[in-house]
């Protein structure tokens, strides 16, 4: 039995903002028949102490950066949690990273920094009634306790770093360090600090005993300097411990046969009844009745995701007979651009800025493709999602897309093999032909189903990639001992 914990900012279905929530709340259930425990410790937002059932005190602290707190274990949502409440960082309303004006809550380094060193206590000893072999750190928020965990010595636990996204890398002014609690030796290139400042991600980077990724193309990707985002170096010169693990999702979650999101459900064998859905997506997105294409879209409306690609290409994706419905906010200008899109191109483009779990799978189950413009991708999970549900993805051939997606080309085709469409380069041309090749399949019924059943046939579970992380553990384990 292999006991691990796993230390995140966000966890499916208690507080989510991206992908990052959806994997650290599938993995335990998905590590279980792979003789791996997980715990999942989170900072004690208020969704989080709400829901957590049988909380029992694991340990406190007078004073963890600024006010005190304690470690309470307990259950939610099917999840073995650890919260760390500490009301004077976690208790706020309203967004995880984000005040009220918009601007990254002043104090995110210290947060941050208290849930490292609650990891870092879990994984080296210092809470009685815990043990854990290994402490898996996901992203940023959890980058301090590889760095504090290498610091504590040899008898702390392996700690593993896993990348969803470099672009955000938890970056804070020199002057916060004497606040980590880390030796001065770790200020330094081969520590903590980033071009003169301090980066989380970097403590992560440095400290793990391995780092993987979400996907096999992204870990290539940013051992290059375009994709590295000024990391790269050090991830070549840690190449030998970094591995790719494309995302899996969670199949009960996302099951078109017993999804209540839907007004009929349906499976590969029963296809011809998701077209039942449709009436429902046009009414909800304000788009007219017809049979003409849907091409929808459930994203952060930012430049990462293409949107404003997106953009550029709505008046022709209309002109070529096609409808287009939004899910998604972010940031500003780009919601207003697909608001003008929906006033300009009314019942033919429609638009909900926000954040519904409910509509993102009301479009998975109902529109006929999901776009996925990404200048780069890490993994991606619309796309798995619309595998899943029949709604062909339509995806650059970027990280994760380009390694879960097979091109409806000539010989993708031929060969019984292709689920979606894929384009590069990742610029407007490239969208627009995209755009047009995926209406022109449309067009071929039988071609069409023919990807949407392939693509609902597809592995898009966490079977495969749960037992490569067991075997990774188990691999860290080894060489801490060797
Ligand atoms: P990200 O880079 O945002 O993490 P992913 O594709 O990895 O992108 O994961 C996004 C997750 O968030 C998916 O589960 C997707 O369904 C969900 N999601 C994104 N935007 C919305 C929204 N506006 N409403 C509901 N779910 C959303």
């Not at 966890?11 to 279980?32: E, I, M, R, Y």
């Not at 898996?136 to 996204?165: E, F, K, Y």
């Amino acid at each position: 039995m292999t006991r691990v914990l796993a230390v995140a900012s966000e966890v499916f279905p208690l507080v989510k903002t991206g992908g990052l929530a959806d994997v650290v709340g599938a993995l335990p259930a998905a590590l279980k028949p792979h003789d791996v425990t997980m715990r999942v410790l989170v900072p004690g937002y208020p969704a989080v102490m709400a829901a957590l059932e049988g909380g029992s005190k694991l340990h406190a602290w007078d004073d963890l950066n600024g006010g005190p707190a304690t470690l309470v274990a307990g259950r939610a949502a099917g999840l073995d949690l650890i919260a760390l409440d500490a009301p004077h960082l976690f208790d706020r309303p309203g967004n995880l990273y984000l005040a009220p004006d918009g601007a990254d809550w002043p104090d995110n380094w210290r947060r941050f920094a208290a849930l490292g060193h609650a990891a870092a206590d879990l994984g080296s000893g210092r809470v009685s009634r815990f043990v854990a072999d290994v402490v898996h750190c996901h992203d940023w928020h959890a980058g301090l306790a590889p760095a504090l965990l290498h610091h504590a010595g040899r008898q702390a636990a392996a700690s593993v770093m896993t990348i969803h996204n470099l672009a955000f890398q938890g970056t804070f002014p020199a002057s916060i360090f004497t606040g980590l609690g880390l030796p001065d030796i770790a200020f330094a290139v081969d520590g903590v600090e980033f071009h003169g400042q301090v980066s989380f991600m970097k403590a992560g980077l440095q400290h793990a005993d391995a780092i993987t990724t979400v996907s096999p193309s992204y870990a290539v990707e940013i051992c290059s300097p375009a994709g590295g985002m000024g990391f790269d170096g050090l991830l070549r010169a840690r190449r030998q411990v970094l591995t790719g693990i494309l995302n899996g999702i969670d199949t009960d979650v996302w099951n078109p046969a017993r999804d209540a999101a839907l007004p009929q459900r349906y499976d590969a064998a029963s296809l011809s009844r998701r077209a039942t859905n449709r009436p429902a997506v046009e009414e909800a997105f304000h788009l007219d009745a017809s049979d003409d294409m849907i091409f929808a879209v459930v994203s952060r409306l930012t430049g990462q995701k293409g949107m404003d690609l997106l953009g550029e290409c709505i008046d022709g994706l209309v002109a070529g007979g096609a409808r287009l419905a939004v899910l998604g906010s972010g940031e500003p200008g780009l919601e207003a651009m697909f608001r003008a899109a929906a006033a300009r191109h009314a019942g033919r483009v429609g638009v909900i800025v926000g954040y519904d779990e409910r509509l993102s799978h009301l479009l998975q189950g109902g529109a006929d493709a999901i776009l996925v413009p990404s200048r780069f991708e890490p993994c991606g999970l619309t796309q798995l999602c619309g595998l899943r549900y029949g709604c062909v993805p339509v995806v650059a051939r970027v990280g994760g897309l380009a390694d879960s997606i097979v091109d409806a080309n000539q010989a993708g085709l031929a060969a019984g093999a292709a689920t979606g469409v894929q384009f590069m380069p990742v610029d407007r041309t490239g969208l627009e032909s995209a755009i047009g090749r995926a209406i022109a399949l449309y067009g071929q019924r039988k071609v069409w189903t023919g990807i949407q059943t392939r693509g609902m046939k597809t592995d898009v579970s966490w079977t495969a990639s749960a037992g490569r992380y067991a075997e990774l553990y188990r691999d860290v384990l080894k060489r801490r001992q060797a």
